[in-house]
């Protein structure tokens, strides 16, 4: 019995240490083609299979199938393959002393990597020797979703929703198993048929850095972005708790102190967002995230400044898909350019949003809503107004102002003192933050992996 890889795969399948007693056919999914002559091959039927030199593990590794000079370098369990049906992803879990590697690179005792369609798995004994390839035996066509240089890195899991410019779908680094949200872009066409291409390559790309510079607390984090003929794939750290849009319309209601926890946040997004030179331009409660259910949880602001790396025309197309949010200068032709206000004028609709679940400008015909915007035409209506505090009313009516030099700038507004006023808030934000992480727990490493402390969340110096 040789220990030299073969370079053809066996014709015959022969499941190791499967039990004889089973009084059913377990259909396998996937399969391990052996590397190794003299070495069976596996069907894999179960959704956990170990290997090692334990008699319990799943493959066992033993002088009958394996060379006896080679044995003690696997541990009694040397690696975990587990099925996550609720996920669909595959991932190996190395628990060797002596090393598991997929494609060459090593897994590291104690970490997982998600395996995909044809992954060389090997061990580490008298240099690297390959032990198995991993098939998926229905290969999931919806991977080729993803760009060859994307399919190294990540696995594509579920679609998460589609918006103005793109969809979104849940993916997971595979060596990390970390999850993320992928947004696909497609590049605007010309009216003369021709494909888009991003201009200026060296400003565009100086464009990307920045916001992959950007760190805040209540910032979506973009990893990276990959660009191709006809699509441009962004890279987002993944929030679980959905976005503002589905939170104000649940049925747990929002109460004004909830409503200003998550508020504040956004506020603070939007200020540092402007502190970088960069106004968001399409704020709304589709672009907010949240981390988790819970009723006060982390906010993060996304799809800033994304806009200016597509054409104009879906630029346009974004604004006229959610009018309601549109600062009146957008619309109002006499303005030459626009500026930070605009924010703030789309943080006031929001807030409005919030607390009250109407919009205060609302019509189906385009025009009338645009003469509401740009004659600032709202009102707080008794019935669903008693409650709520004069202060946010008289916040909300200085940022609703048609006139952007008279409208409260993003600094006014936290120093505003329905915000500035309440430290208790700002203390339980902080704490939110601090503790509350941007991902699930179900999504991230087991608990045993080192995970990078989050940053003490800074207080306005404004907060009096």
Not at 262 to 269: G, H, R, S
Not at 341 to 348: A, F, K, M, R
Request: with cysteine.
């Amino acid at each position: 019995m040789g220990n030299q890889a073969s370079d053809k795969l066996p014709d015959t399948l022969t499941p190791l240490s499967i039990s004889q007693e089973q009084n059913f056919i377990q259909l396998p999914w996937g399969r391990l083609y052996s590397c190794l002559e003299g070495f069976q091959s596996v069907d894999l039927t179960q959704d956990t299979i170990t290997l090692g030199r334990a008699e319990q593990c799943t493959i066992v590794i033993n002088k009958n199938n394996f060379p006896e000079s080679t044995i003690m370098n696997f541990s009694k369990i040397h690696f975990i393959i587990i099925r996550d049906v609720y996920t669909d992803l595959i991932y190996l879990k190395d628990e060797s002393k002596n090393g598991t590697f997929i494609n060459g690179s090593l897994v590291g005792k104690g970490n997982r990597y998600i395996l995909q369609h044809d992954d060389i798995l090997s061990v580490g004994f008298k240099g690297l020797q390959k032990l198995f390839v991993f098939k998926l035996l229905e290969i999931d066509e919806s991977n080729k979703y993803l760009p060859t240089e994307l399919r190294k890195k990540y696995k594509l899991s579920r679609f998460l929703g589609k918006g103005a410019c793109g969809e979104v779908h849940l993916v997971f680094e595979k060596t990390t198993t970390k999850a993320y949200a992928i947004k696909k872009i497609k590049k605007g066409v010309y009216s003369s048929g021709n494909i888009y291409h991003l201009d200026h390559p060296m400003k565009i790309m100086n464009e990307v850095k920045i916001l992959q510079s950007l760190t805040h607390p209540c910032v979506i984090k973009m990893k990276e972005i990959v660009e191709t003929d006809s699509d441009v794939f962004i890279i987002l750290e993944y929030m679980d708790g959905g976005d503002l849009t589905s939170r104000i319309l649940s049925i747990r209601p929002l109460t004004e102190q909830n409503c200003k926890c998550l508020f504040y946040q956004i506020t603070l997004a939007v200020q540092y967002l402007h502190s970088e030179g960069i106004t968001h331009r399409d704020l709304k409660p589709d672009n907010i995230l949240l981390a988790n259910d819970d009723i006060e949880t982390v906010v993060k602001l996304t799809d800033f400044g994304l806009s200016k790396f597509l054409h104009e025309y879906t630029v346009m197309k974004t604004i006229c898909g959610t009018p309601q949010y549109v600062a009146p200068e957008i619309i109002d032709g006499s303005y030459k350019e626009y500026s930070f206000q605009v924010d703030v004028w789309s943080l006031g609709v929001i807030l409005f949003y919030m607390l009250s679940k109407q919009l205060p400008f609302r019509s189906s015909e385009r025009a009338v809503l645009n003469k509401l915007i740009l004659t600032g035409q709202y009102s707080f209506h008794p019935h669903l107004w008693s409650d709520i505090s004069y202060d946010v009313k008289d916040l909300i009516s200085r940022m609703l102002v048609v006139d952007p030099k008279k409208r409260l700038t993003i600094d006014q507004v936290l120093q505003h003192r329905w915000i500035a006023s309440d430290l208790d808030m700002q203390q339980r934000v902080a704490q939110i933050v601090q503790h509350g992480g941007s991902n699930s727990e179900y999504y991230n490493n087991d608990s045993d992996s080192q995970q990078p402390a989050p940053k003490k969340f800074k207080l306005l110096e404004t907060t009096i």
